[in-house]
Each structure stands twice: as structure tokens, then as C-alpha cells.
């Protein structure tokens, strides 16, 4: 099959699963939409400050617009978070808090993501992490590569303090999680310990369904900006929504404990904040496009890939196993040099912080390490998976997909 064959099957094979995405981006779109309205956002909420921040209109405004959107009592969004990373562990942290209503937290949909994994120090030891300071980790395995409801309520306890939610797949071959998997394993938790918090992971599955995770029961979210909710806008940042208790913790956590919310300057302003999440629904749209097109490029490439072309989706992250670490880095590099930034480098695997195996990334994205931008990694380790997400338009999905089996097809002769 050559490489113009590839293209129009695909595409072909593609084209019928769009149109399940169109709907969910238009009544998302609606929902952000309204919520700028009910909200009163003005131009000169994009407006900057300095120094301590106090009254910062830009900064308590755009806490307002996320927790309309996600459905939240209070939000915390700042571009102080340095990555999703930051803010989930910032959350994890303050909702723990000194362990006196509860030592004991669970993952409850196996290993979380390598670099919270670090956060956990589970397993390997971790100056600051939550095992350092005395609490207790506890993961729920996957059974037939999927959560198991009975052993989640098996696990909870009276001394469980938090139950951790990973809705994506992460660097694992598990299915994400859709807001009625989050919904029936909130009420599994809740049935055995109603004080539980139940903490979702909200990363890349941002506005793939109608409803979020607060809307299935959960007590907060966290994400970040460079992913969905940034609309490929935002700069830097992420974002924790929910129980307003809860929220301000994670307030103090991040800033200091008696300021929380009150204080955190930012010179550049809030536009692209705001504009990028008036942009979201549709970009996901896009992203979700260039997955399942990936999906079609993949299998006719002869590889496993999941989800399927025709699966359902509840993130954006399309995987695809290769054949050994090589093919990963063709992959790659065919990848890369459909990029509009540093389209002429080559990838190659190499060490990242919070990683165990090296990584190689294609990734040539106007914000560094934007994972709504258009860029396909993994850990060089069997089975040789490459995880591809992103693409702030369907056609340089298309264009990236085929610049990777173009490279793959060259490989083989």
C-alpha cells in the first residue's frame, strides 16, 4: 500500500466518526459561551497587575468562568502551576493535609502517570513525596486491563482520606475513563466511606463529553492549560476545580496558608487564558479528529492501536505499538518534520524529570511541551508504544500522521 493509498483510506475510514464529535463540541461551545456571559467578562478583565496581585479583577474573574464551566463551587487557574503535574500534586498535598482525617490514600485505576509517580514516592524514595511524609499508598489493580469496582470498594476504609480518579490512559494500554466510569466508581467510594474525597485527574479529557467529572459526583479536578482547557492558547498554567473547601486548601498549598487566593500577580495579562478557553471545545473537536485518523494510519500499517478507529473516545490520546525502539524513533522523526517549530531536528530518546525509562518526544509546539499542540511520545520499553495527542487543526494531524508513516514505510525497505 503506498503512502497516497494510506491517505485517502484513512481518511475514508475516519470520516464517519467525526460526526460523533461535532454535536458534544457544539453543546460545549454553548456551555462556555454562557458561562462568559453570566459571568460579565469584559476586556479589561485581560488586563495584567504586579506584585502581590491583591484585587486582581483578570485573575478572580477567570476563577469565576472555570468553576461555572466545570460546575465547581470555587476555582483556583494560575499560570504559576509550572505543569498538570504541579497542580494535581499541589491538590494531592493539601487534601491530605497532616493526616489527622485520614493517613490513607488510593489509586484506584492502577499506577498513575510515571511523573506523579515521583509525587507519590511509592515506588522509589522521594525527597518530599507523600510516602516520605508519612502517608499511606494503597493501588487498586486493573483486572482484564480495565478498573474493578469491587476491589476499589474493597480497598476504601474508614481511614481512607482520598481516592484518586486517572481518567486518561497515561503511558498504559488501559481504556480512559468516561464520566459514567468516574460517576460509578464515585458511588463505590462514597457507599463504603461518604468522607472519602473522591480526587479525578481531569488531563486530555476535558470537553470530550457533554458532562465533567464534578457532574458525576467527584469533589475536585485538577488539569492542565496546556492540554484541552488551554485551547492551545494558554501559555503556561492549570487549574483545580471543586468543593470550595477543598479548592482553598490547594489555595494555600500553592501560595501560602491565610493568603490562598487573594494574592498572585501576573504582568502579561489573561487574554489567551480566557480566549483559549473560549477556543477548547473546538480545538478538542480537532484533536480528537487527528486521533481517530492516526487510528486508521496505524492499522493499516499493520499495528495494534487503541482505541479503535470506531471506539468510543474520552480523551485524546491515540496509541500505536511499534515494533522496537527504532521504529519509535522513525516514528517520531516523521512526525517532527510536519512541525512548525523545529521542523528540521531529529528526536532522539533521552532522560526527562519524573521519567524512569528515556523518552523520545516529536514535539515542535509553539508553547514548550504543549500536549494540545500536535507531538507523539513514550518511554523506550516494550511493547514500544508511541502516544499521540494533540492538533490544534485536523489537517496538520493529517500531515503529521503521514509525514510518521512515511518515515515507517522507508524504514521497512
Request: hydrophobic share 40%.
Amino acid at each position: 500500500m503506498t503512502l497516497e493509498d494510506i491517505r485517502n483510506t484513512a481518511l475514508a475510514m475516519a470520516e464517519p466518526e467525526f460526526k460523533k464529535f461535532e454535536p458534544i463540541a457544539l453543546a460545549n461551545t454553548k456551555k462556555v459561551l454562557e458561562a462568559f456571559k453570566e459571568c460579565q467578562v469584559s476586556d479589561y478583565h485581560f488586563n495584567g497587575t504586579t506584585g502581590y496581585g491583591y484585587n486582581d479583577g483578570g485573575r478572580e474573574k477567570l476563577d469565576e468562568v472555570f468553576a461555572y464551566v466545570f460546575k465547581g463551587e470555587k476555582a483556583l487557574v494560575r499560570p504559576h502551576f509550572v505543569s498538570g503535574t504541579h497542580a494535581l500534586a499541589t491538590t494531592l498535598m493539601a487534601i491530605m493535609g497532616n493526616g489527622d482525617k485520614g493517613k490513607e490514600f488510593i489509586y484506584a485505576v492502577g499506577a498513575p502517570y510515571d511523573t506523579m509517580q515521583s509525587v507519590i514516592g511509592a515506588t522509589r524514595e522521594v525527597r518530599g513525596s507523600l510516602v516520605e511524609k508519612g502517608f499511606i499508598y494503597k493501588e487498586v489493580p486493573l483486572k482484564d486491563n480495565r478498573y474493578d469496582l469491587d476491589a476499589i470498594g474493597d480497598a476504601v476504609t474508614k481511614d481512607t482520606r482520598t481516592v484518586v480518579i486517572q481518567r486518561s490512559r497515561g503511558y498504559s494500554t488501559r481504556e480512559p475513563l468516561s464520566i459514567d466510569d468516574i460517576r460509578s466508581i464515585v458511588h463505590v467510594v462514597k457507599a463504603k466511606n461518604p468522607a472519602a474525597i473522591c480526587f479525578v485527574d481531569n488531563c486530555y479529557g476535558e470537553f470530550t463529553e457533554l458532562e465533567e467529572p464534578l457532574e458525576a459526583g467527584a469533589d475536585i479536578m485538577a488539569g492542565s492549560l496546556i492540554k484541552n482547557a488551554g485551547g492551545g492558547l494558554a501559555p503556561t498554567g492549570g487549574y483545580i476545580v471543586g468543593r470550595a473547601d477543598l479548592v482553598e486548601d490547594a489555595a494555600y498549598q500553592l501560595i501560602a496558608p491565610g493568603l490562598g487566593d487573594h494574592m498572585g500577580s501576573y504582568t502579561p495579562g489573561y487574554r489567551l487564558f480566557f480566549q483559549g478557553l473560549f477556543m477548547a471545545p473546538h480545538v478538542v473537536l480537532q484533536a480528537l479528529k487527528g486521533a481517530v485518523y492516526t487510528a486508521a494510519v496505524g492499522e493499516l500499517l499493520g499495528y495494534e492501536v487503541f482505541p479503535k478507529v470506531n471506539a468510543k473516545r474520552y480523551d485524546l490520546i491515540q496509541a500505536i505499538n511499534l515494533e522496537n525502539a527504532d521504529e519509535m524513533e522513525q516514528f517520531c522523526r516523521g512526525m517532527q518534520a510536519y512541525s512548525p517549530v523545529d521542523a528540521h531536528v531529529h528526536p532522539i530518546p533521552g532522560d526527562m524529570p519524573g521519567y524512569e525509562d528515556k523518552i523520545i518526544m516529536a514535539g515542535g509546539t509553539f508553547v514548550q511541551g504543549s500536549s494540545i499542540e500536535l507531538s507523539a511520545d513514550g518511554p523506550i520499553r516494550p511493547p514500544y508504544t508511541i502516544f499521540m495527542q494533540g492538533g490544534l487543526v485536523f489537517e496538520h494531524s493529517m500531515l503529521g500522521i503521514l509525514g510518521a508513516a512515511e518515515e515507517i514505510l522507508k524504514y521497512r525497505q
